[in-house]
């Protein structure tokens, strides 16, 4: 019996054995794969003789078109679409990648993409204190094909999409060609006609291109006779508009706005076929229609010089902005007329700063739009928030004329909304219209 223990034993230990040695893994080991995959998008990105077109959407909102020539010696050459220095100073940084849980790749010396996500807002121009614009400088990879690369950002979940650019397109970026295209697209919008396109149907789409906020909305009715109007947000690339998601009319979708040089203009390309954008010295679509739509706010930069505003409101405007700072070192810098059209309301964000910090001023008010679209404004008092108290009485002047008379909205400069009063047509004001 002993002797038979034993066997079994040994026979046991020699089947543990074997299967030991049957267990190696067959796609071999995880870490190797990873390295593997690393040094293919390593590969890839230096591999690309004439770099890469890039666009990263922050978090915060706006697209930024970048440009990056990757170089086997982990250095990166990059532009910005971000300012001007960008556009035309090129910039060269480290970058890196790593396995971290999976392929990733790290901008890991201070560049274009860290401003985007600078603390600073004096830096970030524009973005948050503390956050920037809520963008990313390390991103995880999520698809590759042999021309395009799509990652998203490990800390705010920026998309940032890169393009194989050709010889052309590498040129283009050495000459400026980031802001030959801001500037094309600031004149192209500039101009007093309201553009659309029409994919072969006859029916007008409303097409606003907004550099400012850089977004891009179509208007137009969906099959139930509703009026619709998708926005995303576009990135430049040194010949075209880089839009974040696809937009689609019936079937119709496209992500990018390619720029003619000839004809100055903008196209799209579906399925092999190019439409072209259109001018139209009307709106296809009442600008009172698409309250609630295509925006809900009109934004007043009071930074700058008031395009729209009569002598009376301007007056009015420069004198609020006095009281604030003799009172309390306060720079108006904004007034957002919010409009929430479910319960007719509207709410005035005035935006001021102290010491770079910014705080709002808010006073919210009731209105009403009739048949005609004419709209009455009533102020709510008891809804003032504490810096609304503190601000109230320096823009009284502004509020008696809101509060006591109608106003009719429509479109001025193609561009902007413009509210007049009815009674005293001396009196109007414009600003920017933006969907958020």
């Known amino acids: 019996m002993k ?28 870490d190797e794969r990873l390295n593997e995959t690393l040094t293919a998008y390593q590969t890839q990105l230096a591999g690309a003789a004439y770099g890469w077109k890039a666009v990263v959407f922050p978090s915060k909102g706006y ?19 971000f300012n001007l220095e960008g556009q035309t100073k090129s910039l060269e940084s480290s970058y890196r990648l790593k396995a971290l849980q999976q392929p990733t790749l790290l901008f890991d010396t201070y560049s274009y993409l860290h401003i985007l996500q600078d603390p600073t807002p004096s830096l970030s121009e524009g973005g948050e204190l503390g956050q920037g614009w809520y963008a990313d400088f390390e991103f995880k990879f999520v698809s590759a094909t042999t021309d395009t690369i799509k990652l998203t950002g490990l800390y705010n979940q920026s998309p940032l999409v890169l393009v194989r ?19 094309a697209t600031q004149e192209y919008v500039s101009q007093p006609t309201f553009k659309y396109l029409d994919l072969g149907d006859g029916k007008q789409i409303q097409c606003n291109i907004d550099p400012n906020t850089k977004s891009f909305v179509m ?29 689609s009319f019936n079937g119709v979708a496209f992500n990018e706005l390619f720029w003619d040089n000839v004809k100055e203009s903008f196209y799209v390309k579906v399925g092999g076929k190019r ?8 709106a296809p679509f009442n600008l009172n229609s698409l309250l609630g739509v ?44 919010k409009f929430k059209p479910v319960n007719n309301t509207m709410i005035l964000d005035c935006i001021v700063l102290q010491e770079g910090r910014a705080f709002i001023a808010t ?25 609304a108290g503190l601000l109230v009485s320096f823009i009284k002047p502004i509020f008696d004329v809101l509060n006591a008379d109608k106003f009719t909205l429509d479109y001025f400069n193609v561009r902007l909304g413009q509210f007049k009063s009815i009674e005293r047509p001396g009196f109007y004001f414009s600003g920017n219209l933006i969907k958020n």
Request: proline share 3%; charged share 20%.
């Open 3 to 30: 002797n038979l223990l034993l066997y079994f034993l040994l026979l046991t230990t020699v089947f543990v054995s074997c299967r030991k040695d049957d267990t190696k893994p067959i796609m071999g080991n995880v």
């Open 63 to 81: 697209g930024f078109g970048h440009f990056f020539k990757f170089d086997d010696k982990n250095r990166v050459t990059m532009y910005s679409d």
């Open 165 to 183: 650019a050709s010889k052309e397109d590498y040129d283009s970026y050495n000459a400026k060609g980031l802001e030959v295209m801001d500037e």
């Open 219 to 247: 208007i137009y009715k969906d099959n139930s006779n509703s009026i619709v109007a998708p926005i995303t947000q576009f990135g430049y690339m040194n010949s075209s508009l880089f839009l974040k998601e696809y937009v």
């Open 275 to 282: 439409y072209d954008f259109q001018n139209s010295a009307t």
């Open 294 to 337: 295509s925006f809900n706010t009109l934004d007043i930069d009071t930074s700058v010089p008031l395009e729209g505003a009569s002598p009376d409101f301007m007056l009015k405007v420069d004198s609020f902005k006095a009281l604030c700072e003799a009172a309390y070192g306060l720079t108006l810098t904004n007034m957002t007329f």
């Open 363 to 387: 006073f919210p008010f009731s209105y009403t739009k009739d048949a005609n679209n004419v709209y009455k404004f009533q102020q709510i008092p008891a809804g003032n928030n504490g810096n």
